[in-house]
C-alpha cells in the first residue's frame, strides 16, 4: 500500500473508532478494518496481562469459542513481544517457535506477520495478521502495520484484559447514592490531567502561540454555548459559576503568560501547566478565603483548556451520538450535570462521596440513580458500558448482554411501578384504617421544586438552604436570597414550608468560605456553630426568609444541629432582631413559626426546656444515626454498618416522639429514613403524621400507607422494639411486606 494511502487510512480508522461507543465495538470494528485494509484472512489483537500472558481480545477470522490466552515468551506472538520486532513469515507452522492456540482453527493459515504494540517502552500487546496463503506480507503493508500498532498502542492501553470472558461483569461496590437503576456509556467528567504534564522543547515558538490563541477563543465560546443550553432550570447561581470561568479565561495575564512561557521554549501544554500552576498558587496565598478558593477555579480551568487542546475525554466532549450517559468523576459537578440533557442522564458514579453528600442530594432530587464512594473503578479512559445499581449501591462494568437485559427488566418493571402510582397523586396519604399522614418534600434546588408538587408533595418539609449557597461562588446578598425563596413560596402557595438556616461544615462546604484543618468536621464548626459564629450570615437569611414569606405563606424556621439552649436562645435573639428591623423598615411579614432540628443527641434531653420557646421539631434521621452511631455518613468503609433502623436509633426516635407528645410540639421527619419504605411502617407505627423525603420517593410511601393498616404497622413497631439487631428487624418487615403484598416497594 502506497505510503500516502497508508496515512489516510490510518487516520480514518482512528476517527472511526473514537466515534464508537464502548471498547467492545472499538476491537471489533479494529481487527475487521485491518484485516480488509491489508488484505488478510485474519486480524487478531492480543494484550499482555500482568503475568505476560498474551489474551486474545478481539480477532477477525480465528474461531474464538472461550477465552485464548497465549503464555508469556510462548510462540510466535511471545517471539514479536520478547523481541521487541515484526516477525513475517510465508509459513507460520514451520517456524520452530509456531505454538498451537486450541479451538481457533488456526491451522488452516499459512502467513503470519505480528507486530509488537510499544507504549512508553513497555510491550502491552501484538497485532498480527494471517493469510490462508503462504506468503509473506510486502514490505509497505509490514510499514503501515507498525505505524498503525504506535498509534494503537495508546488508544487500547487501557483497556488490558478488562474484556475477557472472566472479567466481563465486573462488580464494583459503592454506596447507594440516590434509588433506581440506569445502563448507560460512561463519561468521565475528569477535565483532563494538565499537572501530569512534563516540560518539552517547543517545535514552532510561532505556530504554539497561535494554537494556544485559538484555544482560548475556543474554550471561551464553548463555554458560552454550555451556558446557554443548560439543561435543568437551575437558578441564575448556577449560571455564576459559567461567569466567574469565563472572566478568567478573558483576564489578558492568563494569555500572556502562556505566551511568555512559549517564548521560553516550553511546549504549549507546559507552558499552560506552568502557568495555571503559577495563578494558583498566587490565590492561594492570599488572606481572603474568597479570593483562596479562586484557586480551585484556575485549576479546572487549566484542566479544561488542556482537555480541549488535547481533545481528552470530558463531559463536555461531543455526547450527541450516545443515547445514556453514565457521568463518572471524583465529585461529579452540579455544572457536570446541567450540561447533560436529563433525558439523557441515566446514571451517577462518584469515586468519592457518600449518599448523602450533595451530589446524591441532587441525583435523588432529579431522579437520577446513583452510586457514591466507588473507589475501585481504575484506569476509566475510553467509553465503557456500565449499569448503575442505586438501590443496592452496585455498579456492572463491562457488563454482558444477559445481565445487561436482566436490569433492563427491572428498570422496566420500575417503569410501570411509577406509571401506576401516579394515579395516586392528588389521593391523601390515609392507612386503610384512618390513620392521615401529611406527605411533604426536601428541596434545596429550584430545579426540584415542581417535582415535588406533580408528586403530590402537600408542602415543603426541609428546604436545604445551603444548595443555593453551595453552587455560587459568593455569599448570596439578602435581594439574591430574596429572589430565590420567593420562588419557593410562589411554588408552595399557603402551604408549608420549612426553610432551614444555612447548614454548612462537613461535607457540604462553601466553596468560597472554605473550612480546613478540623480532624472531626462532622462535630466541628457547622450548622448552628457556624452561623452564629457568623451571625451576620444568619442574619441576612432571616430577613430574606421574612421578606420571602410575607404575610400570606406559611413559614417554618427550622434551626440545624442545635445542641445546646445557648445556641437556641441567640438564634432566638437573632430572629427577634431581624423582625424588629423588618417592622421598622415597613416591610409586611407574618411571624414565622419556629423549630428545631432534633440530629444530636443531646438535643433529646433538652426538648422538655425548649418546648414553651420553640413551636415544632423536625428529626434529621442522618445525622442523628451518624452520632448516635459514631459511625460516619460519609465513609464508604463504614457504609454497610450505618443504618437507621438500628434498634438505638429507633428507640431514641420513639423516646423523641413520646417527649414531643406530651410537651405538645409539632413533630416531623426529614432524614433519609423518611423514603425508606420499612422504615416508614415503623415510624407511622409510633404514630408520626408528618413525614419529608424526595419528590421522587413520595408516591412510593403513599401507596405504603394507603395499603398499611395502622394497627399492622403498630403491632409491627412493637415486635421490633423487642429486637436487638437491625438483620432482625429488616427480616421481619420484609416477611411483614410481602405478606401485605408490597414486596415492590422493597427497591
Ligand atoms: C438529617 O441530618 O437527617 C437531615 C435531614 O439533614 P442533612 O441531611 O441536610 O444533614
Ligand atoms: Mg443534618
Redesign the pocket.
Known sequence: MPVSSAILELSRLQKDLLQLATPHEQLRFLVDSVSEVVDTDVCTLYLTDEEGNMNLMASHGLDQTGPVSIPASKGLVGLVAKNKHPINVARANAHPNFFYVEGTAEERFGSFCGVPLVRYGRIIGVLVVQRIEAVELSAEDEGFLVTLSSQLAHIVADIPNALRGDFVNQYHHGVKGSSGIGIGIGILCDHGDLFSVPDEPCDDIEEAVGQWHSLLARVISQLESEESSLSIQVSESVRGIFNTYASLLRDPALMTKVEEEIQRNNWLPGALRTTVKHFAEMFESMEDPYMRARAEDIHHLGNKLYAAHTGGSNVLMDISNIDRVILIGQEVSVSDIATVPSEKLAGIICFAGSG?SHTA?LANALGVPAVMGVDTLKHLRIREKFIVDGNSGLIVRYPNDMLSEEFQRLINEEEELKHKLSSLRDLPAITPDGHVVHLLT?SGLLADLSPGLRHGAQGIG?Y?TEIPFMIRDSLPSEEEQLQVYQQVFDTYKYKPVYMRTL?IGGD?QLPYFPIRGEQNPAMGWRGIRFTLDNYQVMMTQLRAMLRAAGTESDLHILL?MVSSSEELNSSIELLQDAQEQLLNEGYPFKKPKLGV?I?VPAAISLLPFWSSRIDFIS??????SQYLLALDRNNAQVANRYDQLHPAVLQEIQRIFQLARTYDLKVSL???MASDPMAVILLVGMGFDTLSMSATKLPKIKYLLRNLPWRIAESLLQQCLQVDNVQDIRTLLKRSMKHLKLTELLN
Open positions: 448523602l442530594v426536601n426541609l436545604r447548614d457540604k440545624p432540628m440530629e428529626i434529621g434521621s442522618n445525622d442523628l426529614c432524614g433519609e
